[in-house]
């Protein structure tokens, strides 16, 4: 049986989406790290630490990976999907601490907002790259 060709959706369906998506793949990306700023330097009870030395560790990840988001690269994007899977887990791990739960809560939030939308960015990106390149068009001979 004959393979069916994959019809990819028109160049007018995928254009605002992807502006879209990369537009709100970076305010989820800057609110994640607004709420770890905000959270270590202000909020955190770290008995003794240094709140900046904390947050630089935390945001290490995010910010190798802010470059290929700023300038949306869609491997960048597609690596932000992995990485903020351990912003999710640390969220989980800190919604079970009553005295973090808010926290938690809204990291887990975050992270699902920005793993949502890159994931979203980086399928129609490449829908669109392959739509430009002439594939997907179906021609009869």
């Not at 994931?119 to 739509?131: E, G, I, P, T």
Request: charged share 15%; proline share 5%.
């Amino acid at each position: 049986m004959a393979k069916k060709p994959k019809v990819l959706p028109a160049i007018e369906w995928l254009e605002p989406r992807v502006r879209a998506m990369r537009v709100i793949s970076l305010l989820c990306f800057f609110g994640l790290v607004g709420l770890l700023c905000v959270y270590y330097l202000m909020v955190a009870d770290l008995h003794g630490a240094r709140p900046w030395v904390i947050l630089l560790v935390e945001l290490v990840p995010l910010l190798l990976l802010a470059p290929g988001m700023i300038v949306g690269n869609a491997r960048g994007h597609s690596w932000m999907c992995f990485v903020v899977n351990l912003y999710f887990i640390k969220g989980a791990l800190a919604a079970y601490d009553p005295n973090r739960q808010i926290f938690g809560v809204l990291e887990m939030a975050a992270s699902l907002a920005v793993f949502c939308s890159a994931l979203l960015y980086v399928r129609w990106r490449y829908q669109l790259n392959r739509k430009l390149a002439g594939e997907g068009d179906i021609s009869v001979a």
